[in-house]
C-alpha cells in the first residue's frame, strides 16, 4: 500500500490508496490527498519510532535517517527534549497535539534488536500495531525518495524484521526513507549503511524527508 513517493522535486499529489481495513487509524477521502485524522470514537494515540544505532560513531551514517525523521517530527510538533526510558529502552518524547497524544522514541539499542525496545514501548503505552510508525533508512528506494508502507514485509531490513518478529506482525506503518542502492558503489550492504553519505546525497535526504513530514503534520492526521 503507497501513501506517496517523494523526491525532492516530485509533487505529493500523487495517488493514494486507502489504508487496510484493519488498519482504521486514518481515512483517505480521495485520491491525491494524504490521510485525515482519525475517527471519532478511536483512542486518541499514535507512536513515531525512528531507528538506527545508538553511538557518537553512528550519528551521521545512511543506518541513523530514522533518528534524524523522528527529530524532525519532534522539532514540527514542538516537542519537549527526549529523555531516556530506562524501562523500555529507547529516548522518548510525547505532546499532545490537537488531541492526540504523539509519542516520539529512538531505540537505544542496536538496528538488529530494535524490536526489543519498540515491543516493550507497544505493550507499555498499550500502543496497537495500526498506531505504530516506524521510520527507517531503506536501500529500494533511490536518494531522496520517501515512501510510506503498511503491513509489509521487512524487505531484509533487520531492523524492522526484529520488529516483525517482537510483535508477531507486520500490520503497522513504516515510512521508508530512501538511501540509494550499495550495488552501484560495488560496496556490501553492510558496511554502505554504516558509511556516512556524501553532502549531496545528504542534503536531498534531509530535504525531502522535512518536506514529506510538514506535509504530513499539517494536512494528514493532526487535525487542527
Known amino acids: 500500500m503507497k501513501l506517496h513517493d517523494l523526491t525532492p522535486v516530485r509533487s505529493l499529489d500523487s495517488s493514494v490508496e486507502r489504508l487496510p481495513a484493519r488498519s482504521r487509524s486514518f481515512a483517505t477521502a480521495k485520491a491525491g490527498n494524504p490521510p485525515k485524522s482519525r475517527s471519532a470514537g478511536r483512542r486518541r494515540m499514535t507512536l513515531f519510532v525512528g531507528l538506527g544505532n545508538p553511538g557518537k560513531e553512528y550519528i551521521q551514517t545512511r543506518h541513523n535517517y530514522g533518528y534524524v525523521a523522528v527529530d524532525v517530527l519532534a522539532e514540527l510538533l514542538n516537542a519537549p527534549a527526549f529523555k531516556k526510558d530506562v524501562r523500555n529502552g529507547v529516548l522518548l518524547s510525547s505532546i499532545v497535539h490537537n488531541g492526540l497524544k504523539v509519542f516520539l522514541a529512538k531505540p537505544l539499542m ?80 553492510e558496511q554502505y549503511v554504516l558509511e556516512r553519505p556524501s553532502k549531496a546525497d545528504d542534503a536531498a535526504i534531509r530535504s525531502a524527508l522535512r518536506e514529506y513530514l510538514e506535509r504530513l503534520v499539517e494536512e494528514a492526521f493532526f487535525e487542527k
Open 110 to 189: 542496536f538496528m538488529n534488536e530494535s524490536g526489543t525496545s519498540v515491543g516493550k514501548l507497544v505493550r507499555y503505552h498499550r500502543v496497537p500495531p495500526e498506531d505504530l510508525w516506524i521510520l527507517h533508512d531503506d536501500m529500494d528506494l533511490a536518494v531522496g525518495t520517501i515512501r510510506h508502507s503498511y503491513d509489509s514485509r521487512s524487505a531484509g531490513h533487520n531492523g524492522v524484521q526484529s520488529i516483525i518478529d517482537a510483535l508477531g506482525t507486520k500490520a503497522f506503518h513504516r515510512i521508508r526513507i530512501g538511501i540509494g542502492a550499495s550495488q552501484k558503489t560495488n560496496i556490501p550492504a
